[in-house]
Protein backbone atom coordinates (compact mmCIF):
# COMPACT_ATOMS: atom_id res chain seq x y z
CA UNK A 1 0.00 0.00 0.00
CA UNK A 2 1.49 3.95 -0.42
CA UNK A 3 -0.19 6.81 0.34
CA UNK A 4 0.91 10.46 0.67
CA UNK A 5 -0.03 13.43 2.03
CA UNK A 6 1.18 17.06 3.66
CA UNK A 7 0.11 18.60 6.97
CA UNK A 8 0.60 22.11 7.25
CA UNK A 9 2.31 23.13 11.16
CA UNK A 10 2.16 26.63 12.53
CA UNK A 11 6.01 26.22 13.87
CA UNK A 12 9.30 26.44 12.84
CA UNK A 13 11.36 23.53 10.73
CA UNK A 14 13.52 22.86 13.61
CA UNK A 15 10.78 22.81 16.12
CA UNK A 16 8.99 20.33 14.05
CA UNK A 17 12.58 18.28 13.40
CA UNK A 18 12.66 18.40 17.27
CA UNK A 19 9.56 16.65 17.83
CA UNK A 20 9.91 13.80 15.16
CA UNK A 21 13.49 12.74 16.63
CA UNK A 22 11.53 13.15 20.37
CA UNK A 23 10.62 9.23 21.75
CA UNK A 24 8.11 10.95 24.13
CA UNK A 25 6.16 12.93 21.25
CA UNK A 26 5.95 10.30 18.92
CA UNK A 27 4.98 7.49 21.85
CA UNK A 28 2.14 10.29 22.11
CA UNK A 29 1.03 10.75 18.83
CA UNK A 30 1.10 7.25 17.31
CA UNK A 31 -2.29 5.64 18.05
CA UNK A 32 -2.15 2.38 20.25
CA UNK A 33 1.62 2.89 21.12
CA UNK A 34 2.01 2.12 24.74
CA UNK A 35 6.02 2.26 24.59
CA UNK A 36 8.85 4.05 22.64
CA UNK A 37 12.59 4.02 23.91
CA UNK A 38 15.47 4.85 21.73
CA UNK A 39 17.41 7.38 19.80
CA UNK A 40 17.82 8.95 16.36
CA UNK A 41 21.28 7.17 15.88
CA UNK A 42 20.31 3.90 18.02
CA UNK A 43 16.79 3.78 16.44
CA UNK A 44 13.59 3.27 18.34
CA UNK A 45 11.81 0.54 19.24
CA UNK A 46 8.13 0.48 19.98
CA UNK A 47 4.94 -1.31 21.03
CA UNK A 48 2.09 -0.46 19.56
CA UNK A 49 -1.62 -2.36 20.11
CA UNK A 50 -4.37 -1.62 17.32
CA UNK A 51 -7.24 -3.72 16.18
CA UNK A 52 -7.78 -3.89 12.44
CA UNK A 53 -11.03 -5.55 11.74
CA UNK A 54 -11.55 -8.60 13.62
CA UNK A 55 -7.63 -9.09 14.20
CA UNK A 56 -6.63 -7.08 18.11
CA UNK A 57 -2.81 -7.52 17.96
CA UNK A 58 0.24 -6.35 20.13
CA UNK A 59 3.25 -5.14 17.52
CA UNK A 60 6.57 -5.14 18.99
CA UNK A 61 9.02 -3.61 16.36
CA UNK A 62 12.00 -1.13 15.67
CA UNK A 63 12.09 2.28 13.88
CA UNK A 64 15.44 3.60 12.24
CA UNK A 65 15.86 6.71 10.61
CA UNK A 66 17.97 7.34 7.48
CA UNK A 67 19.08 10.27 5.70
CA UNK A 68 18.90 12.21 8.40
CA UNK A 69 18.79 15.54 7.09
CA UNK A 70 18.44 17.34 10.63
CA UNK A 71 15.35 20.67 10.17
CA UNK A 72 15.04 19.30 6.48
CA UNK A 73 13.51 15.52 6.45
CA UNK A 74 14.72 11.76 6.58
CA UNK A 75 13.75 8.56 6.07
CA UNK A 76 11.79 6.60 8.67
CA UNK A 77 12.27 2.43 7.82
CA UNK A 78 9.88 0.28 10.36
CA UNK A 79 9.22 -3.09 10.96
CA UNK A 80 7.09 -4.60 13.71
CA UNK A 81 5.67 -8.21 14.53
CA UNK A 82 2.47 -9.37 15.93
CA UNK A 83 3.01 -13.16 16.79
CA UNK A 84 0.43 -15.16 15.17
CA UNK A 85 -1.37 -12.00 13.23
CA UNK A 86 1.49 -11.19 11.21
CA UNK A 87 3.60 -8.69 10.43
CA UNK A 88 4.34 -4.78 9.23
CA UNK A 89 7.01 -3.42 7.73
CA UNK A 90 7.43 -0.04 5.83
CA UNK A 91 9.15 3.03 5.22
CA UNK A 92 8.02 6.79 4.83
CA UNK A 93 10.25 9.33 3.29
CA UNK A 94 9.46 12.68 5.40
CA UNK A 95 10.23 16.41 4.10
CA UNK A 96 9.89 19.37 6.04
CA UNK A 97 9.53 22.42 3.92
CA UNK A 98 9.31 26.63 5.80
CA UNK A 99 5.68 27.87 4.33
CA UNK A 100 3.70 30.61 5.40
CA UNK A 101 5.61 31.24 8.58
CA UNK A 102 5.86 27.93 9.84
CA UNK A 103 6.55 24.10 7.86
CA UNK A 104 4.92 21.78 5.79
CA UNK A 105 5.65 18.62 6.45
CA UNK A 106 5.27 16.58 2.85
CA UNK A 107 4.93 12.34 3.30
CA UNK A 108 5.16 9.63 1.59
CA UNK A 109 4.35 5.73 3.15
CA UNK A 110 4.99 2.46 1.47
CA UNK A 111 4.23 -0.15 3.69
CA UNK A 112 3.56 -3.98 3.54
CA UNK A 113 1.45 -6.70 5.77
CA UNK A 114 1.59 -10.33 6.30
CA UNK A 115 0.12 -13.18 8.06
CA UNK A 116 -3.47 -13.03 9.37
CA UNK A 117 -3.49 -9.23 8.36
CA UNK A 118 -2.99 -9.79 4.89
CA UNK A 119 -5.58 -12.14 4.64
CA UNK A 120 -8.26 -9.21 5.87
CA UNK A 121 -8.31 -7.35 2.23
CA UNK A 122 -6.35 -4.52 1.07
CA UNK A 123 -9.53 -2.48 1.10
CA UNK A 124 -9.84 -2.97 5.00
CA UNK A 125 -5.84 -2.63 5.48
CA UNK A 126 -5.51 0.82 3.35
CA UNK A 127 -8.82 1.83 5.22
CA UNK A 128 -7.36 1.80 8.59
CA UNK A 129 -3.99 2.48 7.55
CA UNK A 130 -4.86 5.86 6.10
CA UNK A 131 -7.03 6.76 9.13
CA UNK A 132 -4.22 5.79 11.16
CA UNK A 133 -2.21 7.90 9.25
CA UNK A 134 -4.09 10.38 9.95
CA UNK A 135 -4.66 10.55 13.49
CA UNK A 136 -1.10 10.59 13.94
CA UNK A 137 -0.07 13.64 11.98
CA UNK A 138 -3.28 15.17 13.37
CA UNK A 139 -2.22 14.68 16.60
CA UNK A 140 1.56 15.12 15.84
CA UNK A 141 0.35 18.95 14.47
CA UNK A 142 -1.65 19.82 17.79
CA UNK A 143 1.01 18.84 20.00
CA UNK A 144 4.07 20.86 18.10
CA UNK A 145 1.96 23.89 17.80
CA UNK A 146 0.58 23.43 21.56
CA UNK A 147 4.82 23.40 22.16
CA UNK A 148 5.58 26.22 19.79
CA UNK A 149 3.03 28.79 21.36
CA UNK A 150 3.60 27.47 25.12
CA UNK A 151 7.63 28.67 24.21
CA UNK A 152 6.58 31.70 22.74
CA UNK A 153 7.36 35.07 24.43
CA UNK A 154 4.66 36.34 26.09
CA UNK A 155 3.13 39.62 24.26
CA UNK A 156 4.46 42.88 25.61
CA UNK A 157 1.28 45.24 26.62
CA UNK A 158 0.62 47.74 23.82
CA UNK A 159 1.06 50.47 26.24
CA UNK A 160 2.34 50.16 29.58
CA UNK A 161 1.43 53.35 30.72
CA UNK A 162 -1.76 53.16 29.56
CA UNK A 163 -4.65 53.50 32.81
CA UNK A 164 -5.78 49.90 33.64
CA UNK A 165 -9.54 49.13 31.85
CA UNK A 166 -12.65 49.68 33.49
CA UNK A 167 -13.00 46.82 35.93
CA UNK A 168 -15.31 44.16 34.16
CA UNK A 169 -18.98 43.87 35.14
CA UNK A 170 -19.56 40.67 37.25
CA UNK A 171 -20.55 37.69 34.92
CA UNK A 172 -23.79 36.35 35.81
CA UNK A 173 -23.60 32.53 37.22
CA UNK A 174 -24.40 29.52 35.13
CA UNK A 175 -27.68 28.87 36.37
CA UNK A 176 -28.92 32.41 35.94
CA UNK A 177 -27.59 32.86 32.46
CA UNK A 178 -29.38 29.79 31.67
CA UNK A 179 -32.78 31.38 33.46
CA UNK A 180 -32.66 34.76 32.75
Known amino acids: MEMSGSQQIAASPEAVWAAITDPQVLKDCIP ?12 FEAVVTQK ?6 TFRGKVQLRDVRPGEGC ?3 GEG ?3 PAGYAKGAA ?3 LVPEDGGTRLDYAVNAQ ?14 GVAKSLAD ?10 EAGAEASAPAAE ?16 GFFKRLFA
Open 32 to 43: GCSEMTGTVEDG
Open 52 to 57: IGPVKA
Open 75 to 77: RIE
Open 81 to 83: KAG
Open 93 to 95: DVT
Open 113 to 126: VGGKLAQLGGRLID
Open 135 to 144: RFFDGFRERV
Open 157 to 172: PADAAAPAAAEPKPKK
